[in-house]
């Protein structure tokens, strides 16, 4: 590891590694991540994109990340009112985390392809 904070015996909140899967944690936050990636989306877009998430869902994985300080939410104007999300600084920071795992997603099924 890195530094000694990875060097735990059970897991701790304060080893980043743990840090880094709770950011990710969570059935849909990837892909909600992997599309915010690209830019700011209205709830809508976003749902449209994901079609067999449930509104409810992505409303929890919306409210979580928002939570950890991931993505940041903005209400706009109009009628229908609308609502943006756009990752935050903290938010980006997971972009090359998200690569790698995809990196070695590939690599695992090449291996072992299902």
């Given amino acids: ?3 000694d904070l990875g ?3 059970r897991p701790e ?3 980043p590694v743990e840090v880094a899967l709770a950011a990710i944690g969570g059935r849909w936050t990837t892909l909600v991540l992997r599309d915010l990636m690209s830019g700011p989306r209205s709830f ?3 749902a449209d994109g994901l079609p067999t998430l449930s ?3 992505l409303t929890e994985r919306l409210a979580g990340l928002e939570q950890q300080g991931l993505v940041a939410r903005r209400r706009l104007g ?3 009112a609308r609502t943006e999300y756009r990752l935050t600084e903290a938010g980006q920071l997971l972009r090359p985390l998200l690569v790698e795992l995809y990196r070695t997603g590939e690599a695992l099924l090449a291996v072992n392809p299902r």
Avoid: H, I, N, Y
Wanted: net charge positive; glycine share 6%.
């Fill in 44 to 46: 809508t877009e976003l």
């Fill in 13 to 15: 909140a304060t080893c």
């Fill in 1 to 3: 590891m890195p530094s």
């Fill in 55 to 57: 509104a409810k869902v």
């Fill in 7 to 9: 060097r735990t015996r």
């Fill in 78 to 80: 109009g009628f229908p």
